[in-house]
């Protein structure tokens, strides 16, 4: 049987006998690990789909098993830890993948979910090459970009959920973040905010565009924030916490807060609550995301609201058009503020 090829390095001819070498198995069990077939353990297929990844030979084996009608799971990886990550508990993320949850349900199709570390960009296709899944989708890009044109390459089936960046080769779903950060900030500024604090790592693809548009806010009315108040965090609530505490005992002044998702907007409110600031009366606050908590906390946040749901079904159908062999464009979602008590 020929097994068809997504992509190889025209100099470099990657044989299954090297692969097979390297683990220490036969060319049969490659040639079965790489096709997904149960006749092999799910370790030896780990084994060999690490191995075919990092020496750049990705067999097709979703176009394969599409074709063979012997599988239907979409895997949706999520980054996750300190360094940019996300976590599973997240309420965003977890309304978005009720959304992807729900497509897959309606369109017949299962979801395969797992994790990766901040530092395992490398390990992102592997539920599609050791056979498990027809695709991939991404929560997120993280530090991941160049794996991800690098994926792009190999024609593994791939939609992102983030920002569209310049000179990506792969497909994005994602909220527009530059107008969102500046709505967001706009509103702040036509409150009378002067000295906004922005948190959120803006050396990240997301909070980066985000914090554009809170720049741009600010230069269309001639204003220049001051740096000291960028605070380049992840989206960690302790983290956050502990960030907002020390600029309260600093002394640093500032009269609004907008922070790139609402988990860290209801970090830094708890926080000045209890230091004896009010809100909105001393500090406005403006969060991103409009998770249900939005709503729930006391005071009420105002926010920028992402369409999770409709990310959901736009990231499968983006996914299923690659798995047939077309090249969807990438999409981007329409932000609203709705305006709550935190800056009332």
Do not use: W
């Amino acid at each position: 049987m020929t097994v068809p090829i997504a992509r190889r390095q025209p100099t470099d001819r990657l044989q299954m006998a090297d692969i097979a070498r390297l683990a220490g198995v036969s060319v049969s069990t490659v040639s079965r690990a790489l096709t997904g077939s149960h006749l092999v353990n799910e370790r030896t297929r780990q084994r060999v789909a690490e191995l075919a990844q990092s020496l750049n030979y990705s067999v097709n084996v979703g176009a394969q098993n599409l074709r063979l009608k012997q599988n239907n799971t979409v895997a949706v990886v999520v980054p996750y830890g300190t360094g940019g990550g996300q976590d599973f508990s997240d309420p965003f993320f977890l309304s978005l993948l009720g959304g992807i949850a729900e497509a897959c349900n309606q369109l017949g199709h299962e979801m395969l979910l797992t994790s990766i570390k901040p530092d395992r960009g490398d390990a992102i296709a592997l539920p599609y090459l050791s056979g498990r899944a027809i695709g991939i989708i991404s929560l997120g890009q993280n530090h991941h970009h160049v794996q991800l044109n690098d994926l792009a390459m190999r024609a593994v089936p791939l939609v992102v959920f983030g920002a569209k960046l310049p000179h990506d080769l792969y497909c994005t779903v994602g909220s527009d973040n530059v107008a969102g950060g500046a709505m967001a900030t706009e509103h702040l500024l036509a409150q009378g905010a002067r000295r906004i604090a922005f948190i959120g790592d803006a050396d990240t693809p997301e909070p980066g565009l985000r914090y554009q548009g809170y720049l741009q806010a600010h230069q269309r009315r001639g204003l220049t924030p001051d740096p000291a108040l960028c605070r380049k965090l992840p989206f960690v609530r302790e983290l956050v916490e502990a960030d907002v505490a020390t600029m309260l005992r600093d002394g640093l002044t500032f009269d609004a807060v907008f922070a790139g998702s609402d988990i860290s907007a209801m970090a830094a409110i708890g926080v000045l609550l209890r230091h004896g600031k009010r809100v909105p009366q001393d500090v406005a606050v403006v969060g991103y995301d409009d998770i249900v908590l939005a709503q729930l906390v006391q005071p009420a946040l105002t926010t920028v609201r992402q369409c999770v749901h409709a990310g959901g079904t736009a990231l499968l159908d983006a996914l299923l058009r690659q798995v047939n062999g077309e090249r969807p464009l990438s999409v981007v979602l329409p932000t609203t503020l709705v305006r709550r008590d935190s800056t009332r």
